[in-house]
């Protein structure tokens, strides 16, 4: 039985892999999402970042045996190995958990910090395979950067809740005036830094600030800004934090709070990728354009759980 499933695997696996190789090699792209648990029997998803592959296992509720398990496992990643022609030390495994409670977002899974250096758009950027649930660079945001660098010429960008800082790269290639990132782990914001280093980018404009987005964004005073990107995490109970931040209760606030922030002829570009969101657009002091399609890749079209606006003030 487990040897059909395996073939029923491998058959999807060829045939998805046909399709998205030839397209990400039209667009000219070496990372991007392969398979997305198209299968109930095979709760798996694998990224491609140029020579290594990713293969999340999401460990769902599933009827088989400790053995039969590992047995399905083995057989899985083989699977991926023969149909990708890749050996075995370039395909990485993580494990995400369906949590009972919720977590931080960013927890560390392993120590062997290896970084490795990716290209997209033209930039370089540092990904780990194995420390971290998600690996420095968020693949569905591929398109939303690419629109940021198109409109950074010249203007002002803040980018909160930055990560690893891709936004900001991305914006420092569109020749942005001005970058100021924001985010509250010090191991992200030197993730940045360095990421901006590796495209060259150190100029005393881009400003790096560690601290809690809620708590920095009043004391940026008379600042303002053209572009502001708003990605935050849907939640987290970090101790670094005044409260527990919760996207759902907490986004009028924080998006009109961004918006008072924002030049006259300004835009915030809003993320979030929590499932049951609502935007309560009524209580927005702003214009909302739903741009989720527009910035949806090719290699998530129809499993991409995320939504994104383009929001500009009234005045």
Same mark, same amino acid.
């Given at each position: !039985? ?29 990372? $991007? ?6 299968? #109930? ?24 045996? &400790? ?45 062997? /910090?290896? =970084? ?78 360095? +990421? ?13 600030? /560690? ?6 964004? #009043? ?5 303002? =800004? ?6 935050? #995490? ?11 931040? &919760?996207?759902?209760? !907490? ?9 008072? /922030? ?7 570009? =809003?993320?979030? +990728? ?15 354009? +739903? ?17 994104? $606006? ?6």
């Amino acid at each position: !039985m487990l040897d059909n499933k395996l073939q029923m695997f491998e058959n999807r696996l060829r045939k998805v892999y046909k399709i998205r190789s030839k397209e990400a090699k039209r667009l000219n792209i070496d990372c $991007y999402r392969l398979y997305d648990r198209d299968l #109930p029997e095979f709760p798996l998803i694998i990224d491609i970042y140029q020579q290594d592959v990713l293969v999340t296992e999401y460990r769902s509720q599933h009827r088989l045996s &400790d053995d039969e398990y590992e047995a399905w496992l083995e057989g899985s990643l083989e699977v991926v190995e023969n149909v990708l022609e890749k050996n075995s030390e370039q395909v990485y495994l993580k494990e995400r958990k369906i949590k009972e409670g919720r977590k931080d977002q960013y927890r560390k899974t392993d120590s062997q /910090k290896e =970084f490795k250096i990716v290209q997209e758009g033209g930039l370089k950027f540092l990904v780990n395979l194995n420390d971290y649930l998600d690996t420095g660079l968020f693949l569905d945001h591929r398109i939303t950067r690419s629109m940021v660098r198109d409109k950074s010429n010249q203007k002002a960008v803040l980018n909160l809740f930055c990560y690893t800082g891709s936004f900001s790269v991305y914006a420092a290639s569109g020749n942005a005036a001005e970058i100021l990132s924001i985010d509250l782990s010090n191991t992200y914001i030197e993730w940045a830094k360095k +990421n901006m280093e590796q495209n060259g980018y150190k100029k005393s404009a881009y400003r790096f600030i /560690k601290g809690d987005v809620l708590q920095e964004l #009043p004391k940026l005073n008379d600042e303002s =800004f053209d572009i502001i990107v708003l990605d935050p #995490p849907t939640f987290s109970n970090s101790k670094s934090m005044k409260e527990v931040f &919760d996207i759902q209760a !907490m986004h009028v606030e924080l998006i009109n709070t961004c918006l008072k /922030k924002l030049k006259k002829e300004g835009e915030l570009i =809003f993320s979030t +990728n929590s499932r049951k969101f609502h935007l309560e657009e009524e209580l927005i002091l702003g214009t909302v354009k +739903n741009i989720i399609t527009s910035t949806e890749p090719f290699d998530f079209k129809g499993k991409l759980l995320r939504w994104c $606006y383009s929001i500009r003030r009234v005045d």
